[in-house]
C-alpha cells in the first residue's frame, strides 16, 4: 500500500510515511504505527513540523541511524541525510511547518473543522505524504542503501 493510501484510509500523516519503510523492521507492524502516532498534524496538532516531515526523518533514522555511542561516522551520515532530506522539502514545499504547508491552524478547532470542509486533509496531505516518502528513497539511495523493500509502493 502506497503511503498516500495509507493516509487515505485514516492514518495520520508521519504514520503514513514511516509505516512502508518500517513494516519490515518490526515483527509487530502495530509498533511502527503506534511510535509516530502522536507527531501527525504538525505533532499533536500544535502546528509545529509536519508529520510527513517527521515520518520521513524517522524513517531515515531506521536506516542510517547509529546504534552504538562508537559509530560517530553513522551519527554524521544520518544527520547530513536528514539536513538534506529537510533541505529539499522545504525546497519543493516552501516550508516543512504544518500550519504553513495546509494554511490552517489544527490547533484551532474552528480551522481544523475549516480544514476538514476544504478538503486539506484529501488533497493537500496526501500529495505532502508523496512527496515526502519518495524524498526519503532518493536520499537513502544517494547516502548508499540499496536494500529498500518498498521502491513499488512510493
Same mark, same amino acid.
Given at each position: 500500500?502506497?503511503?498516500?493510501?495509507?493516509?487515505?484510509?485514516?492514518?495520520?500523516?508521519?504514520?503514513?510515511?514511516? *509505516?512502508?519503510?518500517?513494516?519490515?523492521?518490526?515483527?509487530?507492524?502495530?509498533?511502527?504505527?503506534?511510535?509516530?502516532?502522536?507527531?501527525?498534524?504538525?505533532?499533536? *496538532?500544535?502546528?509545529?513540523?509536519?508529520?510527513?516531515?517527521?515520518?520521513?526523518?524517522?524513517?531515515?533514522?531506521?536506516?542510517?541511524?547509529?546504534?552504538?555511542?562508537?559509530?560517530?561516522?553513522?551519527?554524521?551520515?544520518?544527520?547530513?541525510?536528514?539536513?538534506?532530506?529537510?533541505?529539499?522539502?522545504?525546497?519543493?514545499?516552501?516550508?516543512?511547518?504544518?500550519?504553513?504547508?495546509?494554511?490552517?491552524?489544527?490547533?484551532?478547532?474552528?480551522?481544523?473543522?475549516?480544514?476538514?470542509?476544504?478538503?486539506?486533509?484529501?488533497?493537500?496531505?496526501?500529495?505532502?505524504?508523496?512527496?515526502?516518502?519518495?524524498?526519503?528513497?532518493?536520499?537513502?539511495?544517494?547516502?548508499?542503501?540499496?536494500?529498500?523493500?518498498?521502491?513499488?509502493?512510493?
Amino acid at each position: 500500500m502506497k503511503p498516500e493510501e495509507i493516509f487515505i484510509g485514516g492514518m495520520n500523516c508521519s504514520q503514513s510515511v514511516f *509505516y512502508p519503510f518500517a513494516k519490515d523492521f518490526f515483527n509487530n507492524s502495530e509498533l511502527a504505527f503506534k511510535i509516530m502516532s502522536p507527531f501527525g498534524g504538525g505533532i499533536a *496538532y500544535t502546528n509545529r513540523i509536519c508529520g510527513a516531515v517527521t515520518g520521513g526523518i524517522a524513517a531515515i533514522g531506521l536506516y542510517l541511524g547509529h546504534t552504538d555511542s562508537s559509530q560517530a561516522e553513522q551519527k554524521a551520515k544520518c544527520v547530513a541525510a536528514t539536513r538534506e532530506f529537510l533541505k529539499r522539502f522545504q525546497e519543493k514545499q516552501k516550508s516543512t511547518d504544518c500550519t504553513q504547508l495546509i494554511k490552517y491552524n489544527l490547533s484551532v478547532e474552528e480551522e481544523a473543522k475549516k480544514a476538514n470542509e476544504e478538503g486539506v486533509f484529501k488533497t493537500i496531505c496526501p500529495e505532502l505524504v508523496k512527496s515526502s516518502a519518495q524524498l526519503v528513497i532518493e536520499i537513502l539511495e544517494e547516502y548508499g542503501v540499496k536494500d529498500i523493500n518498498l521502491k513499488t509502493e512510493v
